[in-house]
């Protein structure tokens, strides 16, 4: 066992960390009060800073334009970025364009590749992925309701979607559909490539999420298909791969997930940190001293530092082994890392006092936003279960 | 002892309870989604059926223009309203104008009920309370940074305060300001009436909390006092009394905030129920038959009726034994209904999967705003130290 | 809503709470290091001075030899007894003769109370109740396995129990066999007393629980019913009524746990606080004054407090109402308080540090014993499930 | 980062853990029924068997008769051990004899070596570790009250000293005695070691610590140092030294406990395992089948592999950068850990209902006798403030 990160990696990280409180940092407070307008050019110059400093689409093989090196490497960085809301997106690894481009990548065609995987990489077009349902349960896969027909070689593609993340602005979406009802279980469904500019293709509404609609790239909109017809090949893979893609695009995404979320953990202790130190509390202590809060970073620290470790396990082990043999392990840091973020931020909130409830820093984001970790790509209930099962039957 | 709530009040309840379904929680979408020009003539239409029904300003004896029975009694009423976030608005027993028309009600000279009392429970004119301030540490009153100086029968008011609640439309605030540096700690502050129409007296802004900056009534104001100057009869009590009329003021409001986190709690869970009953999870399921659905349920349950009943008792101790005897249960309540509250709010978002992330239900919104309740009127950490003193040095 | 107690009650409170800090905790020493045979008539002692103070079998009415009251009553004293191990045994209202001298005085026939009840009652005889199986899930009732076959007249009772509380000493036991396999799943077992020198009863061993057999009225048996024969006018009620009048015995005896418990979470606090304030931590300070102990005392202060009241409310309920209205709060109070209490037992214990995993005081002893309170009548999984699902129907 | 364990490692840890099922679960009985007059013959064998085997005293350098290799080596052998209560006993690493061991090895003089640190690490003679007292806060050093005078060449040892654990039978103790009361407050005390046969060395009782006195290794004494005479020689390191080298025993031996208890939880959830696969709970289901046992088998399962990472990586940061640097991770491992362990324990327990409260199984061992692990070397609120400290003031 080794716990040092390779010299290079850290060099990397090193320079990212300095890049988010130089350049990143400082744009937050744009992020924070909404101006997706005022945003959006900051955004694209920093994206161009970070492609010159050849630290752009971490998550992608140089081949494709990326500079991805390693799982656990992207791991490491995804944690770094994930301090800031904006991390991802500046770096152009965000979701869902991420998952997206990954699944482009290992089962698109060549045309596929050419027309969708090369801009998105590139971060010229932007990208989102309808499967959520509002009326069936996520958490059973034979209850989606969506379809599409194959009629003369177009797909004609009905159906209601939501959390469809990012819509707005996307140029396409990947549409997980029923393609044959009658298959087994795992095989009824299959991904379509939906160009957004599709007849029938419709954002009912960006969804109104913890008081908020967002705008552009921050925003889950309701979509629907009105018979949206697109041809026969723009299907990934085969009829029926639906459920398999979407376990490969889940569980290195769910290595990313943890690690971003980790990422905010450490941001959160650290503006907790800060503040403690400059509270006054009386004329001679801050409030660094009170031992109450005390108490309560070092619960964080260590919970932070376990899931850590962990979620670095489960990386190295999908790289060693293969995802498969990884799969119970994924389960486990799904559920466990949002909760133990979850109560990070809850206890550096509480220990700025009414600061904490105001957007003045970047915790009640961290607070609402984020709540949702231990909702998507499996509720802790769907994990918690799927876990055990596995252990159990062993 | 005897559980039972009295029939005239349990009747009282029950239309209460009728009147929300049936008027309060159609306009919540209204609310929810943020028009507060589109709300407000909503709510002032509600709150002339609740004046007609004789049910208007609870909290404020009969003389007063209000409906006030028995603090137990004010304490069941508020649960109920609390099921809404426009409950206590509409019924005019809303903070911060409710606490404040307690302390002109006990403490207040004739002229100042006649000018500012008796429009303010007659809900003509809305009122605000400015104590809190941003750079000083709300646990420890000597750190107090804002002034007003006596000069020639005139007080003239400098400083700085935010979670001004609800100055926004305001037409008066009570100032919790030091008068005399030098006095004993406790004797050094006092509340004075400031019209919000004094020269220097400005909303620097509507502080945005949990994402939204909120408008009129539903909006949280920093403000400046640029050397406000008002009478010298504009104090409330007298000199140095500031923290004793606000222990006057604290205490009852706090049985009122841990009733209206119950009603949060309660409604919170029906919603839960509501869902988990119609969420099929397979052909033959629903979500409700869920083990680990239900669990979390009767914890929320447990744990909800248990806290209900402690601040009811504390409540009855306050109608017995005064404030002073019943302080310490006052603090027990405090930290401990906040935080029960949260986790039933928070279980039952979860419970909702995606959709509790939404603005869709009023979840989200219980789930962000009340993020407060362990924060505001001290903070638990604060509680949790005051009772143990005083138990321990029993 | 009145949470006064009545005075006659307090008073009688007052004297036992009086009696057991002047007689009762003196001896616990005694109790702590198992020396039954010295114990047994030191306990002999106390009882007939409970029984002279006219405070014995306050479970039980006047006519059978007891002082019941009201049920609140009851559950009022049940608290104060619960301070000490000893306490209910010493008042002659101690478990498993508690609710076997119940069943016998609601469904016992006239034969069957004089001649087991009326010396059960007077403490002249102890009794003991075989339910549990060591083989078979408690869950469940449809998978009892011991058995008893009308023969002539005559019950042939078979099978394995364990958790037989007391049979070492017992006159008799009451046990709760299969009479007819082929009834509905809850009219298949009946209740049915078994002297204990009928030939094939046999005690196989004192369970060795939490490291230690234990001795006579603190063991825990496991018995083998051998072709046991007893008359058929042994059985209790009717044929088939077993569950039925295991609801009757377990529900009120829910509520003399949860009040026990609760006095075991009194005693507990009282320990630490006494600790606390003695505990030199420098040459100016005690332990009482660090923050950190002060917190868990004040989350213990308020959870008993909640929940004190939600099993008094539950005590009024069943005797307002009757049991079958207030099913759903007895499993709501059975889990909850159980938890309370150790979480309760489990700070207090951390509070003393070493000294709290020794027996120099009663703390490890609750530590240990009580954590079945989550487990036996019911373990949190079954009560959480059933009182959900409960609320979720309705 | 590499997770990878050594191949000739995973062959050692395979080993122990056959050996561990083939002979040391089949004796746990006897030890679980508390006969160490029988069970110590069957110690006394398996250890020479592990001598044979070559896996003896595995945290001792082979110059001392040992087999160590490596600290994360160290602690993986800890963690396979620390399976059963009598692992590290038959290994020949357990405390206290394993600290004073390493104690003596790196700070001992040659005739000491010769005279204690052989015998001991052959396993000939046992020791223990006076430190901890009664009336004194051993979370401030300054309070210690045990004092040794030098004169004419010798100490002269008064003091009374607890929780001297296997103090029956050990041949010496190390005692950490005030050695200059005028000294800074880290230098006042020293290390001196006692034979048990000095004159004045009296063991006052096993304490009776959660119900059991124990015997011989498995007790805590009380001890009284009633003027114990010994030679100035005895002394280990420098006078003064007391707190530095209680420091360089406790960093290392919190590691062998992190992982000792981490063995612990495996245990406990692979006994919990067992039993939910067998319990049937309905004619077709097993209780392994019930989602509330899942769940919290996940939880047991994400927090165990979360914590033993940051152990492993501790161990592995004191190999790297020395302890020094080391020192918060330790602190936040131990407390950690054992709270995590506590939790794992408390749900087996649970999952297993009547039969984890029996000693039936070793879990209800675990829950009585590890609660300890929240208080020994540094009780969890002190090493969750002295972590907290550090990270604040970086």
Redesign the interface.
């Known amino acids: ?6 010299s290079t990696t850290q060099e990397k990280l090193n320079s990212i960390n300095q890049f988010l409180h130089q350049e990143v940092y400082p744009i937050e407070n744009l992020f ?3 101006q997706w307008q005022e945003l959006f050019p900051a955004l694209e110059k920093l994206r161009e800073k970070v492609k010159k400093l050849g630290l752009w689409a971490p998550h992608m093989p140089t081949s494709t334009g990326g500079t991805f090196t390693s799982l ?1 490497d992207l791991a490491l960085i995804g944690e770094v970025l994930g301090q800031s809301p904006l991390g991802h997106f500046i770096f152009g690894c965000q979701a869902p364009d991420a998952g997206n481009a990954e699944l482009l990548h290992m089962f698109g065609t060549d045309e596929q590749k050419a027309h969708w995987l090369t801009p998105l990489v590139a971060g010229n077009i932007r990208s989102c992925f309808a499967m ?1 349902e ?1 009326h ?5 896969p ?2 989606l309701d969506s379809t599409a027909d194959l009629k003369n070689g177009m797909w004609h593609i009905n159906g209601r979607k ?2 469809t993340t990012a819509a707005e602005g996307a140029d396409f979406t990947i549409a997980m559909v029923v393609t044959d009802k009658n298959a087994a279980k795992h095989q009824r469904a299959s991904m379509i490539i939906v160009p957004t500019n599709t007849k029938g293709f419709e954002i009912i509404r960006n ?6 609609e967002g705008k552009g790239y921050f925003s889950h909109a309701e979509v629907q298909f009105n018979n949206c017809i697109v041809p026969e090949k723009n299907i990934i893979g085969k009829t029926g791969s639906g459920f398999a893609l979407a376990q490969e695009r889940l569980g290195p995404g769910r290595i990313q997930h943890c690690m971003r979320w980790l990422g905010i953990g450490e941001r959160s202790i650290n503006i907790s ?1 800060k503040f ?2 400059q ?4 004329s001679t202590q801050v ?2 001293q ?6 309560q ?3 964080s ?3 932070l ?3 850590r ?2 979620v ?2 489960t990386a ?2 999908i790289e ?1 082994h293969g995802f498969q043999a990884s799969k119970n ?1 994924v ?3 799904k ?2 890392t949002a909760n133990v973020v979850q109560r990070v931020v809850d206890r550096s ?2 220990s700025l ?8 820093t970047v915790l ?2 961290f ?2 936003e984020e ?2 970790a ?3 790509d499996g ?3 769907v ?3 799927v ?3 596995n ?3 062993k």
């Open positions: 066992m080794d716990f040092k990160i390779k924070l009060h909404h656990v959520t509002p069936t349960a996520g958490s059973n034979t209850l939501w959390f969804i109104s999420v913890m008081g908020a940190k403690l130190n509270r006054k509390i009386s409030l660094a009170q031992p109450l809060m005390q108490a970073i070092s619960d620290l260590a919970e530092a376990a899931a470790l962990l670095l396990q190295w082990s060693q392990m389960s486990l840091i559920f466990h909130l509480q006092g009414g600061l904490g409830m105001t957007d003045d009640s984001f607070y609402r709540r949702a231990r909702i998507y509720a802790d209930e994990h918690r279960i876990a055990a099962k252990f159990l039957k």
